[in-house]
């Protein structure tokens, strides 16, 4: 029983974490809509992906999505990009954004 609650507390607070870290540089990518993009350059495309469950809990949508969109930029960085644009809806918590380089 005692592990049974353990087990279900830590999967409570981990619901709220955010364990995805940017890195330097990614502040400056910026998440548009593809509307915005006309005028700039395709990269590339990347699908982000973190866990969306926890000992079997799911975890807050909006933490999830946070931490999509924080991978979706260190890629983009990675790739000399400054901007994504989702591509369709998070689902199981992945997302694609194809990466794009504005003037």
Sequence with gaps: M???????????????????????????????QSNQVQSCQK????????KHKVAGIERSRETVMEELVILGKNQATEMT???????GAMQNGRIKFHIYRCP
Excluded: D, H, M, Y
């Design 2 to 32: 005692l592990r049974i609650l353990l087990i279900t507390g830590l999967a409570v607070l981990a619901t709220g974490c955010n364990w995805v870290k940017p890195i330097a540089g990614s502040e400056q990518v910026r998440l548009l």
């Design 43 to 50: 990269l590339g495309s990347t699908t982000s992906f973190v």
């Design 81 to 87: 990009g400054n901007a994504i644009v989702s591509q």
